[in-house]
Protein backbone atom coordinates (compact mmCIF):
# COMPACT_ATOMS: atom_id res chain seq x y z
CA UNK A 1 0.00 0.00 0.00
CA UNK A 2 1.47 3.09 -1.34
CA UNK A 3 1.48 5.74 2.07
CA UNK A 4 2.10 9.63 1.48
CA UNK A 5 3.91 11.90 3.48
CA UNK A 6 3.37 15.60 3.47
CA UNK A 7 5.98 18.08 4.58
CA UNK A 8 7.22 21.83 4.05
CA UNK A 9 4.67 23.90 6.35
CA UNK A 10 5.46 26.27 8.23
CA UNK A 11 4.60 29.68 9.49
CA UNK A 12 5.07 32.54 6.89
CA UNK A 13 4.13 36.11 6.37
CA UNK A 14 1.30 37.51 3.92
CA UNK A 15 2.79 37.84 0.42
CA UNK A 16 5.47 35.06 1.14
CA UNK A 17 6.01 31.80 -0.11
CA UNK A 18 6.65 28.30 0.70
CA UNK A 19 7.20 24.70 -1.52
CA UNK A 20 5.20 22.01 0.17
CA UNK A 21 6.39 18.11 -0.91
CA UNK A 22 4.20 15.35 -1.05
CA UNK A 23 6.41 11.81 -1.01
CA UNK A 24 4.98 8.92 -2.24
CA UNK A 25 6.21 5.01 -1.22
CA UNK A 26 5.58 3.97 -4.52
CA UNK A 27 4.92 4.42 -8.16
CA UNK A 28 1.39 6.51 -7.78
CA UNK A 29 1.87 9.56 -9.52
CA UNK A 30 2.67 7.48 -12.97
CA UNK A 31 -0.99 6.06 -12.62
CA UNK A 32 -3.24 8.40 -10.81
CA UNK A 33 -4.48 11.91 -11.57
CA UNK A 34 -3.39 13.94 -8.47
CA UNK A 35 -4.24 17.02 -5.81
CA UNK A 36 -3.30 19.13 -3.18
CA UNK A 37 -5.92 19.54 -0.71
CA UNK A 38 -6.22 22.46 1.92
CA UNK A 39 -8.60 22.03 5.14
CA UNK A 40 -9.00 25.38 6.95
CA UNK A 41 -10.48 25.71 10.27
CA UNK A 42 -13.95 24.84 10.68
CA UNK A 43 -14.10 24.26 7.00
CA UNK A 44 -14.11 21.35 4.78
CA UNK A 45 -11.21 19.94 3.00
CA UNK A 46 -10.79 21.55 -0.89
CA UNK A 47 -8.79 21.07 -3.67
CA UNK A 48 -6.49 23.46 -4.29
CA UNK A 49 -4.47 22.51 -7.11
CA UNK A 50 -4.93 19.25 -9.64
CA UNK A 51 -2.14 17.64 -11.98
CA UNK A 52 -3.39 14.87 -14.35
CA UNK A 53 -0.54 12.03 -15.34
CA UNK A 54 -0.42 13.73 -19.02
CA UNK A 55 0.68 17.23 -16.91
CA UNK A 56 -2.54 19.32 -17.18
CA UNK A 57 -2.98 21.02 -14.65
CA UNK A 58 -6.13 22.69 -12.77
CA UNK A 59 -6.73 25.48 -10.03
CA UNK A 60 -9.49 26.77 -8.42
CA UNK A 61 -9.58 30.88 -9.02
CA UNK A 62 -8.98 31.61 -5.22
CA UNK A 63 -5.55 29.84 -6.14
CA UNK A 64 -4.82 30.38 -9.84
CA UNK A 65 -1.73 32.43 -10.52
CA UNK A 66 -0.35 32.10 -7.05
CA UNK A 67 0.02 27.97 -6.55
CA UNK A 68 1.51 25.59 -9.21
CA UNK A 69 1.74 21.96 -9.06
CA UNK A 70 4.99 19.76 -10.10
CA UNK A 71 6.88 16.43 -10.01
CA UNK A 72 6.15 13.15 -9.87
CA UNK A 73 6.87 10.60 -11.78
CA UNK A 74 10.62 9.87 -11.51
CA UNK A 75 11.37 11.41 -8.15
CA UNK A 76 8.29 9.91 -6.62
CA UNK A 77 7.73 13.32 -4.95
CA UNK A 78 5.27 15.98 -5.91
CA UNK A 79 4.92 19.86 -5.00
CA UNK A 80 3.08 22.57 -4.11
CA UNK A 81 4.96 26.16 -4.69
CA UNK A 82 2.78 28.54 -3.33
CA UNK A 83 3.49 32.41 -3.51
CA UNK A 84 1.73 35.49 -2.17
CA UNK A 85 0.14 34.08 0.46
CA UNK A 86 -3.05 34.96 2.10
CA UNK A 87 -3.71 34.97 5.95
CA UNK A 88 -7.03 32.74 4.21
CA UNK A 89 -4.73 30.23 2.62
CA UNK A 90 -4.37 29.02 6.32
CA UNK A 91 -4.69 25.38 7.10
CA UNK A 92 -3.34 22.05 6.71
CA UNK A 93 -2.32 20.92 3.54
CA UNK A 94 -3.08 17.40 2.34
CA UNK A 95 -2.11 15.63 -1.05
CA UNK A 96 -4.12 12.54 -2.27
CA UNK A 97 -5.24 11.28 -5.50
CA UNK A 98 -8.09 13.08 -7.63
CA UNK A 99 -10.39 11.57 -6.63
CA UNK A 100 -8.85 11.00 -3.31
CA UNK A 101 -8.92 7.45 -1.88
CA UNK A 102 -9.73 7.34 1.84
CA UNK A 103 -6.54 5.22 2.46
CA UNK A 104 -4.12 7.37 1.31
CA UNK A 105 -5.01 10.41 3.63
CA UNK A 106 -2.09 11.09 5.56
CA UNK A 107 -0.97 13.75 8.61
CA UNK A 108 -1.22 16.84 6.13
CA UNK A 109 1.38 19.94 7.10
CA UNK A 110 0.45 22.81 8.59
CA UNK A 111 0.66 26.56 6.49
CA UNK A 112 0.01 29.14 8.79
CA UNK A 113 -0.07 32.76 7.23
CA UNK A 114 0.08 35.56 9.55
CA UNK A 115 1.96 38.87 10.65
Known amino acids: QVQLVESGGGLVQPGGSLTLSCAASGDIFSTYSMGWYRQAPGKQRDLVAH???????YYPDSVKGRFTIAGGNAENTMYLRMNSLRPEDTGVYYCNTNPPRSELWGQGTQVTVSS
Open 51 to 57: ISTTGYT
